[in-house]
């Protein structure tokens, strides 16, 4: 196993109750490990389509990433930010996991069923920090409402109606829609 992976494998397993343990469960037949969360960090999910876009938008600032898993059977993402013994979160389909929460993880170098890391820790404690997180998702959360809008014929700009003439397939009139 090189440095790298080493570390990174090292300071996950720590957050276990017992590190060797995890480790053996990292190499059997699920390769996937209970965590404890609160006290190295915490873990803020969201579903997919906002989570995906909020990771591209923390991946264009300058600084070092924290760990951020995926769990494609449930279609959430989660980012891992500092341990927060107050910390809430609010919003639509929001789950914070803090002390006494415990999340399934794969080991650092690779993905286990449906677990696999968008970015996986580097060993260096690196974590995300929550008022960038905040930020891109509201950033994503605006993304999405757009594309939605357009979807449904309003302007993604202002969200006022307008009115299509686009032809279906079948080369009918398509009907016009107008936001009321």
Request: hydrophobic residues 40%; glycine residues 12%; aromatic residues 6%.
């Amino acid at each position: 196993m090189r440095g790298a992976q080493r570390r990174a494998e090292e300071w996950l397993a720590a957050a276990a109750t017992d590190p060797r343990a995890c480790k053996r469960q990292w190499a059997g037949e699920t390769g996937i490990a209970m965590l404890a969360c609160g006290r190295f960090w915490d873990v803020l999910t969201v579903p997919e389509d906002l989570g995906v876009l909020a990771l591209d938008a923390l991946l264009c600032i300058p600084q070092t990433p924290g760990p951020t898993l995926a769990d494609t059977g449930s279609r959430r993402v989660g980012f891992f930010l500092p341990p927060d013994p107050h910390g809430r979160w609010i919003g639509p389909d929001i789950r914070y996991a803090g002390r006494g929460s415990w999340i399934a993880v794969p080991a650092p170098h690779r993905a286990a069923g449906r677990l696999r890391w968008l970015v996986p820790p580097d060993g260096s404690g690196a974590l995300f920090v929550p008022a960038a997180v905040e930020l891109a998702l509201q950033q994503a959360l605006g993304t999405l409402a757009a594309l939605a809008d357009a979807r449904d014929g309003r302007c993604p700009v202002c969200g006022g109606g307008r009115t299509t003439t686009a032809q279906p397939a079948s080369g009918g009139a398509a009907p016009v829609r107008r936001r009321r």
